[in-house]
């Protein structure tokens, strides 16, 4: 039906799109748009980076309603998503809080628009993927050598960032933030973990086409970012990066585990023996480690722990429709479940987050989005011949289950910084399976 109206609309702007500069050249204007999004989520406001986002969607719109044969299909993991993004509205329109709530609702609906702006264009101009992937890589290598250098400026605390009472000297941690705004080292270890897979896919891709120079740097720029990543001091982007690089090796064993087993294997170990050794022998690192096992004995578990309660007791009271969206309602109505003295902006877990504000159906069919997807994509890995398609889908799924696992501990996944990565790689992804099934 909505395919339909667009065929109206189309037929009824021909001339118009035939004969006007600007519908013609809207294409490199989206281009533009998104590069801006990704260029400015390094340093800037997050309301700025919103409006330019929202810039991308209207320019969406216009090329939707204007450009002959635009179409728009809903299929697979997309369904899935649909049917959340229907139940959020009904959340909305249910919630006490309805001024915060709608606050909330709109930066959700500016996420799936470029989502969608960004899977209209990626359709068009599927070539252009690497080049996204490329610029992702290279913003996130911009924040591993500031990060890098801050460490060695060792950069003051902008707040409390770690448990020191227990802690040696030595032992307490530099944890830098790079340019990101708000300035908060969880961000950062969170920015690393969304877009890492973007580095892998560069390097990947640039082996495939022997481009061996730019594959070593796209090589050495994984690294700076893995060790920047460790200098973050981000417990939960610690836990992302060892299943990002479980799910990388098991995914390469496809292609590299019959002949080059040795080579393969050997490669594995070091990585393993040097990552054991930094733990082993750097002292600061060695007790940030460990802490994620303290428990209530480090006061930064014990928060969380405090603020998990408190959730569960507002999703127990709110599970069917939730408390509405955003973190300006989630804290009026936190208020009356906290703990005296542990006051929070969300749930600190994606999971629990998604059922209070908005309630179980919502947790569903999210939680039915994401397996759809790593499922279609687990296929696709499989039994795919097309090695370059195999390391977009690949791409996607990893910076998937990688932000999933740090969102388990943190709150960081909302920030558009993270939102918008997250959804180019699903994007990709549903290019790439929807490619497929079209085929």
Known sequence: MFNKFLEFTQEKSKYLYENSLFLKWIDNLIFLSIIAVFVLS????????????LITAFLTIIKMLTKPNTKVSCKGFELWLLAYFMIVIISLCGSSLLYYSFKGFTKTITYLMFYVSLVVYFKDNKNKIPFF?????????SQAIIGFFQNFAQVDEISTWQDVSNLNPEEVMTRVYGT???YNPNLLGGYFVVGMPALFAMTALNFVDKHFKHAIFWLCTTILASITLFLTGCRGSYLALFASFVLLFLISAKYLWKTYKKIYLSFIGGCIG???MAILFVSSLRARVFSI???????????RFNVYHSSLNMFKDNWLLGIGLGNQNFREIYGLYMRTGFDALSAYNIFLETAVESGIFALIAFVGFL???????????INSDNIKNVIYVSAAAISVVGIMVH?????????PQIQF???????????ILNEKEEA
């Open 42 to 53: 390094t340093f800037m406001s997050s309301d700025t980076i919103g409006f330019v986002a």
């Open 133 to 141: 992937l490329g610029l992702v890589g290279l913003c996130l290598g």
């Open 180 to 182: 990101i705004q708000p």
């Open 274 to 276: 040097l990552v054991t």
């Open 293 to 303: 096992f303290a428990m209530r004995d480090d006061s930064s578990n014990s928060f």
């Open 371 to 381: 397996v759809k997807l790593l499922v279609q994509a687990y296929k696709y890995i």
């Open 407 to 415: 969102g388990m501990v943190d709150t960081v996944f909302f920030r």
């Open 421 to 431: 990565i997250f959804w180019m790689m699903i994007a990709i992804a549903s290019v």
